[in-house]
């Protein structure tokens, strides 16, 4: 099964910004919706943001993100970008990628996640 690879976390200190990629580990068939997850220590992954639609570019981020973190689509390259500015110590997480060839609420691709840490 394709894996997603994620890239670009780090440290960076509070008020600062980061980029994350996204890409599959091998050719894949076009993703309908890309999306980014996080999970912080001791809690549940949540909700960072989606690209619902490859073709229409309608975009959904969690109200904890939104006006800071911004999601880009590479639909040639079947990749997704998060653009996460003014970063907050309480954006430190692991953030995973996530994908699916079809509409609905489940995603089916997966990738490993990338630590991001954010220091006050």
């Known amino acids: 099964q394709v894996q997603l690879v994620e890239s670009g976390g780090g440290l960076v200190q509070a008020g600062e910004s980061l980029r994350l990629s996204c890409a599959p580990s091998?050719?894949?068939?076009?993703?309908?919706?890309m999306g980014w997850f996080r999970q912080a220590p001791g809690k549940e992954r949540e909700f960072v943001g989606a690209?619902?639609?490859?073709?229409?570019?309608?975009?959904i981020y969690a109200d904890s993100v939104k006006g800071r973190f911004f999601i880009s689509r590479d639909k040639a390259k079947n990749m997704v970008d998060l653009q996460m500015n003014s970063l907050k110590s309480e954006d430190t997480g692991v953030y995973y990628c996530?994908?699916?060839?079809?509409?609905?609420?489940?995603?089916?691709?997966w990738g490993q996640g990338t630590q991001v840490t954010v220091s006050s």
């Open positions: 996530a994908a699916d060839l079809i509409t609905g609420t489940q995603w089916t691709y």
């Open positions: 091998e050719r894949a068939l076009a993703f309908y919706r």
């Open positions: 690209s619902l639609n490859w073709n229409s570019g309608r975009t």
